[in-house]
């Protein structure tokens, strides 16, 4: 196994930015769950196509890079995991990210297109209900990173 200074090996790097990029998405997912969406709910009809396109120009901006980060680093953990890490969590981890990933794409990014095209006071609402199988999805990947750091430091 090559090591990439400070002893690392490529997959223990690609353990660490995934485990970065998961960890930020998980204290995002649940700000986004316990205030920004609820705020979202807030807003009123008439301000919603204002707000939902500032919302996803300055979303995009934060979750990109974390975003990217988290999935290349998944792709090569995938391929090659620590030794020390059980088999099959990388696979769960995979897992879980394309529900994060499938729930952005077909629940959230279409309700957030709503609220620009055609504004209702029901779309804020949806969002929060809808957004809870990306929480409890990057929740648990979090889980799955720290168990997966745990066994390559035991």
């Given at each position: 196994?090559?090591?990439?200074?400070?002893?690392?090996?490529m997959?223990?790097?690609?353990?660490?930015?995934?485990?970065?990029?998961?960890?930020?998405?998980?204290?995002?997912?649940?700000?986004?769950?316990?205030?920004?969406?609820?705020?979202?709910?807030?807003?009123?009809?008439?301000?919603?196509?204002?707000?939902?396109?500032?919302?996803?120009?300055?979303?995009?901006?934060?979750?990109?890079?974390?975003?990217?980060?988290?999935?290349?680093?998944?792709?090569?953990?995938?391929?090659?995991?620590p030794?020390?890490?059980?088999?099959?969590?990388?696979?769960?981890?995979?897992f879980?990210?394309?529900?994060?990933?499938?729930?952005?794409v077909?629940?959230?990014?279409?309700?957030?297109?709503?609220?620009t095209?055609?504004?209702?006071?029901?779309?804020?609402?949806?969002?929060?209900?809808?957004?809870?199988?990306?929480?409890?999805?990057?929740?648990?990947?979090?889980?799955?990173?720290?168990?997966m750091?745990?066994?390559?430091?035991?």
């Amino acid at each position: 196994m090559v090591n990439y200074g400070y002893g690392l090996s490529m997959s223990e790097i690609a353990l660490l930015a995934n485990t970065a990029g998961t960890l930020f998405m998980v204290g995002l997912i649940w700000f986004v769950q316990r205030v920004h969406y609820p705020l979202l709910a807030q807003v009123d009809v008439k301000d919603q196509k204002s707000v939902g396109h500032e919302h996803q120009r300055r979303t995009s901006q934060v979750v990109g890079l974390p975003m990217a980060v988290e999935g290349v680093s998944t792709l090569v953990l995938l391929v090659s995991r620590p030794d020390q890490v059980t088999w099959f969590l990388p696979w769960v981890g995979a897992f879980l990210l394309a529900i994060s990933l499938g729930s952005t794409v077909f629940l959230s990014v279409p309700l957030h297109e709503r609220m620009t095209s055609k504004p209702s006071s029901q779309i804020g609402k949806k969002l929060v209900a809808t957004n809870w199988p990306r929480t409890i999805s990057w929740t648990f990947r979090g889980v799955i990173c720290l168990v997966m750091c745990a066994q390559t430091i035991s």
